[in-house]
């Protein structure tokens, strides 16, 4: 009686197969190709906590002015009316438009340091800082323009509200203006990919700019239509 060797039976059975399974059996399991790793702006978390905290707090600050602003505005309509009829429409629009502009802008500037493109998100940047200041200018001088007029917080109750309002406002475009600054020498985080402050850093600009567009139509459009 004659015993086959095994590994003779093995391969006379592989012999058998067609051959693309012979080189599927021979090349061993398959493997799955690795997945890249997927790094998110921030190391996966979008921005630093802290300004994030920061940036609920004001919306709130800001949420409790708009229902006390709104309740006066019930209230005493035709002062409310007359006080905006006063004020520069177009200087509200001009600094409506640089505000969009400059969001634009830093939505733009974040893509390009996910894409590596320093110099690109810097150029950017620094284009949202010199809006940012055409938006401080332009405040500044309306502020000019009414106190040349006689017209302060004191005046009624609707300019107490406006220069209440528009200040806290312009304070926080000052503040953004500043975070924005500190993005520009070291905007990308150690990975190579949008820090997580300069991520943060724009998450503020966008508040600052969805603010002034409820401050703009409850100021210089509402009362006056």
Request: charged share 15%; proline share 5%.
């Amino acid at each position: 009686m004659t015993t086959r060797d095994p590994e003779a039976r093995r391969d006379n059975g592989r012999d058998e197969l067609p051959a693309f399974l012979r080189r599927e059996i021979e090349s061993g399991p398959a493997r799955a190709p690795a997945r890249p790793r997927q790094r998110s702006a921030g190391g996966g978390v979008p921005g630093e906590p802290g300004l994030w905290l920061f940036i609920l707090g004001d919306m709130t600050l800001f949420g409790l002015f708009f229902v006390a602003y709104l309740a006066a505005y019930d209230r005493e309509r035709a002062v409310f009316g007359a006080g905006a009829l006063t004020l520069d429409t177009w200087s509200g629009l001009v600094n409506t438009i640089v505000l969009l502009t400059s969001s634009f802008c830093v939505v733009a500037a974040l893509d390009s340091l996910r894409a590596q493109r320093l110099r690109r998100a810097r150029n950017l940047f620094g284009v949202t800082v010199g809006l940012g200041t055409v938006f401080v200018v332009v405040k500044a001088t309306e502020y000019w323009h009414l106190a040349d007029r006689g017209l302060s917080p004191a005046t009624d109750l609707f300019f107490t509200y406006y220069f209440v309002l528009t200040g806290i406002h312009l304070t926080h475009v000052l503040i953004g203006i500043a975070l924005i600054c500190a993005c520009l020498p070291g905007c990308r985080g150690p990975d190579g990919h949008a820090s997580g402050f300069a991520v943060g850093a724009g998450a503020y600009w966008h508040m600052v700019d969805a603010l002034w567009m409820v401050l703009f139509p409850i100021l210089y459009l509402v009362p006056a239509a």
